[in-house]
Nanobody
Framework: QVQLVESGGGLVQAGDSLRLSCAAS????????MGWFRQAPGKEREFVAT????????SYADSVKGRFTISRDNAKNTVYLQMNSLKPEDTAVYYC????????????????????WGQGTQVTVSS
C-alpha cells in the first residue's frame, strides 16, 4: 500500500511555470513506476507523463512534450512535474499515480496501468 499526496497547484498566467510535487509514503518508493495524469471538467482523465524506477526512462504526452519534465527523488520519496510555458488548455486537476514493482520495458500510459492515486491538485492557467 502507498499513499500519494500532490501539492504545488495554483492559478497562473499563460507562459508561467509551476512545479507539482507528489510525496509518497508506504512501500519502497524506488520500486514504483510513477505517472502524472490530468482531468479537465467534462473530459476523461488523460496521460501526461511517466517515469520508471530508473529516472532515465520517461515518456510524455505529445501535448506537453518539450514543456513539461517529470523527475523523481527516490531519497525523498517524491516525484515532480515541472511545467513550463503553461497554456490555458493545461487547466485541469493533476493526479499522481503509482504502479508497484513494474519492471517492463513499455511506458505506462493508461489510467488502468496504475494501482494507486493521489487526491489531485488544481492547476488553472489564465489567458
Amino acid at each position: 500500500q502507498v499513499q500519494l499526496v500532490e501539492s504545488g497547484g495554483g492559478l497562473v498566467q499563460a507562459g508561467d511555470s509551476l512545479r507539482l510535487s507528489c510525496a509518497a509514503s508506504g512501500r519502497t518508493f524506488s520500486s514504483y513506476a510513477m505517472g502524472w495524469f490530468r482531468q479537465a471538467p467534462g473530459k476523461e482523465r488523460e496521460f501526461v507523463a511517466t517515469i520508471k524506477w530508473s529516472s532515465s526512462s520517461t515518456s510524455y504526452a505529445d501535448s506537453v512534450k518539450g514543456r513539461f519534465t517529470i523527475s523523481r527523488d527516490n531519497a525523498k520519496n517524491t516525484v515532480y512535474l515541472q511545467m513550463n510555458s503553461l497554456k490555458p488548455e493545461d487547466t485541469a486537476v493533476y493526479y499522481c499515480a503509482a504502479k508497484w514493482g513494474y519492471t517492463g520495458w513499455a511506458p505506462l500510459l493508461r489510467v488502468t496501468d496504475y494501482d494507486y492515486w493521489g487526491q489531485g491538485t488544481q492547476v488553472t492557467v489564465s489567458s
